[in-house]
Nanobody
């Protein structure tokens, strides 16, 4: 059983920054893909960014490219999402999830992720 815990959400003004953390009970090659997803009220879940914890390959949705950075610290079993230049449309509950990866390849469909954290609220508002 793999457990994931997110932290770092909060209220921030437009243009501000937040760093989310996702700490896993363990990193495993069976679940080497870590993804950040978000869901806003009344909207479908959206994939934001993904990382392979085995080789560090990263992927971003077009909506966050250039503003968000995903990284990992394998010694701490933690994946980070640095979010800069935040916009009101970034407001959502953010979830991290673990799924099967294959080297540098990670799934982008949330349905392929098996383990999910409880989510952390990010609100961007003045």
């Amino acid at each position: 059983q793999l457990q994931l815990v997110e932290s770092g959400g909060g209220l921030v003004q437009p243009g501000g920054s937040l760093r989310l953390s996702c700490t896993a009970s363990k990193f495993t090659l069976d679940y080497s893909a870590i993804g950040w997803f978000r869901q806003a009220p009344g909207k479908e879940r959206e994939g934001v960014s993904y990382i392979s914890v085995s080789d560090g390959s990263t992927y971003y949705a077009d909506s966050v490219k250039g503003r968000f950075t995903i990284s990992r610290d394998n010694a701490k079993n933690t994946v980070y999402l640095q979010m800069n230049s935040l916009k009101p449309e970034d407001t959502a509950v953010y979830y991290c999830a673990a799924g099967p990866g294959w080297g540098s390849k990670v799934p982008i469909d949330g349905r392929e992720y098996d383990y999910w954290g409880q989510g952390t609220q990010v609100t961007v508002s003045s």
